[in-house]
């Protein structure tokens, strides 16, 4: 479980129905009509816009947010490259391919066995790269569903109002229906504006934020397995890849090193 989205839902949730019962009552924002109108409404439009596919990948992309993501360990990454790196560098590239089936991480097994096969340089950056990219483009489709989503929700909190105020200019005479369709008219408006600014556009955000954090896992390993390909010494490889880190986890990996050499040594 994503603790971090838990708590911001949650969170969000309480303060808003904190805010209501100080002004008024809870159950005066509760309104069936208003949720089929907005959510069946927002939903509808979203699989009228995009395929089945991805519409269903939108939607279980809503429940990975609330899942635990999954970790990307980069400093145990560059490590492990450079490792194989100077492996192949002292005992030669075809001494990777018993190193191949220990490997957990699939894209680094793969890369690593067009190196060994002898794949040339550039064609092992072209599949890489283009895996990459696809990879990237499915992720950006699916934010793009739900930014999507998160557009329109608002715009159907507007039509829910708009028939609110129809039922209730058309029904002037009856002062039984005046509350009905008053709710309708206000609470769409409020559900459309919660949902798309509490969860839907945080959740494109949320895709997002975790699309780039696999996309630079992904990097590494790609400009990693180029480098051992190359034949380029691990210290170069090493500078290389750590480019891709902040400068808090570059000066992290360098004590770390720094301490297992130290260990080494004594």
């Known amino acids: ?45 979203m699989a009228v816009a995009y395929s089945y596919d991805r519409t269903m990948a939108a939607l279980r992309m809503i429940k990975f947010c609330y899942m635990a993501p999954k970790e990307y360990n980069y400093m145990k990454l560059v490590s ?69 989503l998160s557009s329109v929700i608002p715009a159907f909190g507007m039509i829910g109002t708009i028939m609110g105020l129809v039922g209730l200019l058309g029904n002037l005479d ?18 459309g504006a919660v949902a798309a600014n509490l969860l839907f556009i945080p959740f494109g955000k949320k895709a997002e934020e975790r699309s780039n954090a696999e996309q630079m896992y992904g990097e590494i390993i790609a400009r990693g397995c180029m480098f051992i390909a190359a034949g380029v010494h691990p210290r170069i490889i090493q500078e290389r890849l750590l480019a891709f880190m902040s400068d808090q986890s570059r000066l992290q990996f360098n004590e770390l090193h720094l301490s297992e050499e130290l260990g080494e040594g004594g």
């Open 1 to 45: 479980m994503d603790n971090n989205t838990v708590f911001g839902t949650v969170l969000g949730i309480i303060l808003i129905a904190v805010g209501i019962k100080m002004g008024g009552s809870l159950s005066a924002f509760i309104n069936i009509p208003s949720v089929f109108v907005v959510f069946g409404g927002g939903l509808s439009a």
């Open 80 to 148: 492990s490259i450079l490792l194989t790196a100077d492996v192949a560098r002292k005992e030669g590239i075809l001494a990777l391919d018993s190193r191949i089936a220990e490997i957990d991480e699939p894209f680094l097994a793969r890369g690593l066995q067009m190196v060994v096969d002898g794949v040339d340089v550039k064609i092992i950056e072209d599949i890489l790269d283009t895996e990459l990219d696809s990879r990237a483009n499915r992720h950006a489709d699916v934010k793009a569903a739900l930014d999507f």
């Open 174 to 191: 009856d002062p039984t229906s005046i509350g009905p369709n008053m709710a309708v008219a206000l609470i769409t408006t409020f559900y």
